[in-house]
């Protein structure tokens, strides 16, 4: 089997959410945010290491938050200047193999599933990279920016919401390592997806579990759409 890393992204500030700590930290059912990603992978198992990306101003923290569960293969790296760079930090701190795979984890993103893991590891020996990813359950339409009016509808079985945990190989990495990159921040790509650009990326359904804590009011919801995941058996 391919050898599995993680990058465990973790570098917020706290900004949108008017906290006085980064997101990562602020606790549902007892414990934070950035715990509960560490646990859902390390009862996973099948990962050769984990990866936390903080922002450099609180590696202390996520240190004393973390110690009782890193083991000797993980590690906590500062992240960039913006969600890809920090991305890149992860990936460039890790020595992989083409043919490896590395998730990429949001940890506002407490609720994933084992068996979503799973399919991503499958789904990525077919395209090179994969995500999760939630069906549209309203209507929606195309709003051009700064417009006050709706120009089209659009299909709502055609579109859907991209979340993660997402996965990417290797090989994939070194490809896209290969592109040049925006020099404005603001241009980066916000995810796997919009970095693979025209690429075909692999799907993965997940439900409404797996909220992103964002904003305030957010962390009460993913506490009361939480749930424990076994260990599956494959």
């Known amino acids: 089997m391919n050898n599995l890393y993680v990058v465990l992204l973790a570098g917020g500030t706290g900004s949108r959410m008017g906290a006085e700590v980064p997101k990562q930290f602020l606790k549902v059912r007892g414990e934070s945010l950035l715990r509960h990603s560490v646990k859902r992978f390390r009862t996973f198992g099948l990962t050769k290491s984990i990866t936390v990306v903080s922002h450099p101003d609180w590696i202390l923290e996520t240190e004393k938050e973390l110690d009782d569960l890193l083991e000797g293969n993980d590690q906590i790296v500062p992240g960039g200047e913006s969600r890809h760079l920090s991305t890149l930090c992860g990936l460039k701190s890790i020595s992989y193999d083409t043919k490896d795979i590395i998730f990429i984890h949001d940890v506002a993103r407490p609720n994933f599933k084992q068996n979503e893991l799973y399919q991503l590891v499958e789904q990525t020996k077919i395209f090179g990279g994969a995500t999760l990813v939630g069906k549209s359950t309203e209507s929606l339409v195309r709003v051009r920016i700064h417009q006050n009016f709706t120009e089209e509808p659009l299909k709502r079985e055609e579109v859907y919401s ?5 996965s990417i190989a290797g090989f994939m990495i070194q490809e896209l390592f290969a592109e040049d990159l925006p020099m404005d921040v603001k241009k980066h790509p916000t995810d796997l ?4 650009g025209k690429r ?7 439900d409404y579990h797996n909220i992103k804590v964002t904003s305030p009011g957010d962390a009460e919801l993913a506490d009361s759409l939480f749930w424990e ?3 599956t058996v494959e």
Not at 162 to 166: C, E, H, I, L, N
């Open 200 to 206: 075909r990326v692999g799907i993965v359904e997940t």
């Open 229 to 231: 995941d076994l260990p």
């Open 193 to 196: 997806c919009t970095w693979m």
């Open 162 to 166: 991209v979340k993660t945990p997402q």
